[in-house]
């Protein structure tokens, strides 16, 4: 017996569908998972949405050969599903293909923006970013900012001036500056951080 999901698994996989079937987009997405979940997200995906066809990519180096070939076909699948090592394995294989969104589960991985990880994600191309995570954030303004950086990359690129940006923009070149008062620019953060966010309340949960 399945009982109905309400986590970040299902919620990504109706905004994956959303922009595939509904909008009719025509690249395909990438999901970046730890090796614990792989199978489970290719079975959510299955049982949930059965119209958005998945391809694994992982294996020994002949399985992923083969997957490889099906990728760079582009064809016969909409969504891309990865682990992180395979991520390091075959980033001159991914970095070929134009993404239309990019999602990273257990995203709080990349609260270091020096990482490897993230150094390969990076390389990636994909019009959309979706950092999945149940970890909060520590009351740490430099780990917000390595999020905010990951989905906000063009933030940290900044001149003397600092003309032609956004406000998230200029935020995340300020968070970049760190130390600096601390009480402005956490309301500010806050505000930009809020939008992008989608958040589930506990007492929402109880209730389901």
Same mark, same amino acid.
């Given at each position: 017996?399945?009982?109905?999901?309400?986590?970040?698994?299902?919620?990504?996989?109706?905004?994956? @569908?959303?922009?595939?079937?509904e909008?009719?987009?025509?690249?395909?997405?990438?999901?970046?998972?730890?090796?614990?979940?792989?199978?489970?997200?290719?079975?959510?995906?299955?049982?949930?949405?059965?119209?958005?066809?998945?391809?694994?990519?992982?294996?020994?180096?002949? /399985?992923?050969?083969?997957?490889? /070939?099906?990728?760079?076909?582009?064809?016969?699948?909409h969504?891309?599903?990865?682990?992180?090592?395979?991520?390091?394995?075959?980033?001159?294989?991914l970095?070929?293909?134009?993404?239309?969104?990019?999602?990273?589960?257990?995203?709080?991985?990349?609260?270091? /923006?020096?990482?490897?990880?993230?150094?390969?994600?990076?390389?990636?191309?994909?019009?959309?970013?979706?950092?999945?995570?149940?970890?909060?954030?520590?009351?740490?303004?430099?780990?917000?900012?390595?999020l905010?950086?990951?989905?906000?990359?063009?933030?940290?690129?900044?001149?003397?001036?600092?003309?032609?940006?956004?406000?998230?923009?200029?935020?995340?070149?300020?968070? @970049?500056?760190?130390p600096?008062?601390?009480?402005?620019?956490?309301?500010?953060?806050?505000?930009?951080?809020?939008?992008?966010?989608?958040?589930?309340?506990?007492?929402?949960?109880?209730?389901?």
């Amino acid at each position: 017996m399945r009982f109905a999901c309400t986590g970040k698994t299902l919620q990504s996989i109706a905004l994956l @569908a959303s922009l595939t079937l509904e909008q009719q987009l025509s690249n395909p997405h990438l999901v970046v998972v730890p090796l614990s979940v792989l199978g489970n997200w290719l079975r959510e995906i299955a049982f949930w949405c059965p119209q958005l066809k998945a391809q694994k990519l992982h294996g020994n180096k002949e /399985e992923r050969a083969a997957q490889k /070939e099906i990728l760079l076909e582009g064809k016969g699948f909409h969504v891309c599903v990865t682990t992180y090592e395979t991520v390091s394995q075959e980033v001159g294989c991914l970095k070929k293909i134009p993404f239309e969104m990019l999602v990273i589960d257990e995203a709080h991985r990349l609260k270091n /923006e020096t990482s490897k990880l993230a150094t390969l994600l990076r390389q990636l191309t994909s019009a959309r970013r979706l950092l999945l995570t149940g970890t909060p954030i520590q009351n740490n303004l430099h780990e917000l900012w390595a999020l905010l950086n990951f989905l906000y990359p063009e933030g940290a690129r900044w001149d003397a001036a600092g003309t032609h940006r956004t406000p998230n923009q200029r935020l995340v070149c300020r968070l @970049a500056l760190w130390p600096c008062p601390a009480s402005s620019l956490c309301h500010a953060a806050m505000s930009v951080f809020a939008p992008p966010c989608l958040g589930r309340s506990l007492h929402l949960l109880r209730n389901f």
